[in-house]
T-cell receptor, first 113, second 115 residues
Framework: DQQVKQNSPSLSVQEGRISILNCDYT??????FLWYKKYPAEGPTFLIS?????DKNEDGRFTVFLNKSAKHLSLHIVPSQPGDSAVYFC????????????FGRGTQLTVWP | KAGVTQTPRYLIKTRGQQVTLSCSPI?????VSWYQQTPGQGLQFLFE???????NKGNFPGRFSGRQFSNSRSEMNVSTLELGDSALYLC??????????????FGPGTRLTVT
């Protein structure tokens, strides 16, 4: 049962524009949400996280928005750069089972010049 | 600060053999989690160790086991290997931040091929 879903397998954005990656979840007990970037044959790289008590967190070009009522989160990358091209995963976890994350299937982001 | 390290990076085994993978977490992190990544199933949680105790376990058969040492380093063992165990095995270490959030950092992974 997929508790975290990324319904868009791919996204193509022009350099300099905003990239918006979306993620939905089904378990209202999740306390933490994280975004990762992954290149082939490498481990995921942590980008940014947000706890369920917040609705926004930003770090440089990356901003994560959390809408708990809709069980939806999104990652905004502004401005997008060609080096951002990778697969992006969202993940969620519960405070009661810290260490266990549930992952979406990923969205392939392509940023073209 | 050094990141999460995993050894070996690549491994080829035959069916029926066993394998041990090693992970060193980020200094100061006491939690180590293991995941399996396959094209068909995505990233699946195996288990998590904290202070040498298994704290969480995913839905994998008993052939998959692990342990953690007093220096937080962790090992994962798979016995009686099957072809379906071919995957990228990822280790991650984690901590909660001063701002009340949670961060989990991954190593580069061990690519296991079972023939």
């Amino acid at each position: 049962d997929q508790q975290v879903k990324q319904n868009s397998p791919s996204l193509s954005v022009q350099e300099g524009r905003i990239s918006i990656l979306n993620c939905d979840y089904t378990n209202s007990m999740f306390d933490y949400f994280l975004w990762y970037k992954k290149y082939p044959a490498e481990g995921p790289t942590f980008l940014i996280s947000i706890s369920s008590i917040k609705d926004k967190n930003e770090d440089g070009r990356f901003t994560v928005f959390l809408n708990k009522s809709a069980k939806h989160l999104s990652l905004h990358i502004v401005p997008s750069q060609p080096g951002d091209s990778a697969v992006y995963f969202c993940a969620a976890g519960r405070g009661s089972t810290l260490g266990r994350l549930y992952f979406g299937r990923g969205t392939q982001l392509t940023v073209w010049p | 600060k050094a990141g999460v390290t995993q050894t070996p990076r690549y491994l080829i085994k035959t069916r029926g053999q066993q394998v041990t993978l090693s992970c060193s977490p980020i200094s100061g992190h006491r939690s180590v989690s293991w995941y399996q990544q396959t094209p068909g199933q995505g990233l699946q949680f195996l288990f998590e160790y904290f202070s040498e105790t298994q704290r969480n376990k995913g839905n994998f058969p008993g052939r998959f086991s692990g342990r953690q040492f007093s220096n937080s380093r962790s090992e994962m063992n798979v016995s009686t290997l099957e072809l379906g165990d071919s995957a990228l095995y990822l280790c991650a270490s984690s901590h909660t931040t001063g701002q009340g959030s949670y961060e989990q950092y991954f190593g580069p992974g061990t690519r296991l091929t079972v023939t």
